[in-house]
């Protein structure tokens, strides 16, 4: 697979196989986004794993299994405030491709994220609170390393703002320090074929509505 095509056929899985992921993959996967650039090499990702009975304590008490479950609570990161009409126009795009493309599967949009799309792992990207925001543009790129070597080895992603409401939860499970915010978590796994949900290819603008050449 190329980068090209592995950019091109990516694309948000939110229904996963309950096949949990060999822990070399996921090492695979990290090795190969450990070469993300960054900000004067400075590397400020710090990544934590949840799987198996860490991640359903973390998933009973974000989606109410437990006392004083249930989404909201907060991200660390602030929640964005108001948006370009030219991103209010592009959002407002995925429910006719979610119609064209996933059908009667859309209904399970809600559940499937508040079930954490039942994942088999959760990546959390975390970031030292002493760093500026230019630590979220490596983040970022981190993150998208993360997914193409995912796909790469068969693997969907979906990096999902619902999956870090509850980030007093999940730094309690992964002993998460209080120095790092979690900034955005990656839920990790195979994914279920027979679920219409994953066959979602969002749209994007004409490649040149982004980009201008001074020439
Ligand atoms: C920072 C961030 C937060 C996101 N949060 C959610 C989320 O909470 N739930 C969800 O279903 N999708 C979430 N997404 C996925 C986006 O909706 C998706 O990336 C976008 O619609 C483009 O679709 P694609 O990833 O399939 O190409 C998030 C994506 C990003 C980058």
Redesign the pocket.
């Known amino acids: 697979m190329t980068v090209t095509e592995a950019l091109n056929k990516r694309?948000?899985i939110?229904a996963y196989l309950p096949k949990p992921i060999p822990k070399e993959t996921l090492m695979e996967v990290f090795t190969a986004a450990q070469r993300t650039p960054s900000w004067a090499n400075t590397q400020p990702w710090e990544v934590f794993v949840a799987t198996g009975d860490t991640l359903k304590r973390i998933k009973d008490a974000a989606t109410g299994g437990a006392p004083g479950g249930g989404y909201g609570g907060g991200t660390d990161l602030p929640m964005p405030g108001e948006w370009s009409e030219d991103a209010r126009r592009r959002t407002a795009t995925?429910g006719a491709s979610m119609q064209r493309d996933c059908g009667d599967a859309m209904g399970q949009f809600g559940s499937l994220?508040a079930s954490m799309y039942n994942a088999p792992a959760v990546i959390y990207l975390c970031i030292d609170k002493a760093h500026g925001q230019w630590s979220l543009y490596d983040i970022g790129a981190y993150s998208q390393s993360v997914m193409l070597a995912a796909k790469e080895r068969g693997l969907g992603t979906?990096?999902?703002?619902?999956l870090v409401t509850k980030p007093d939860v999940i730094r309690k499970e992964l002993g998460i320090p209080d120095n790092l915010n979690i900034a955005?978590g990656i839920a990790i796994g195979y994914p279920d074929p027979d679920n219409k949900i994953n066959n979602?290819h969002?749209e994007r603008d004409d490649v040149n509505t982004a980009v201008r050449f001074g020439e």
């Open positions: 694309n948000s939110r995925i994220n979906i990096p999902a703002i619902m955005i979602l969002t």
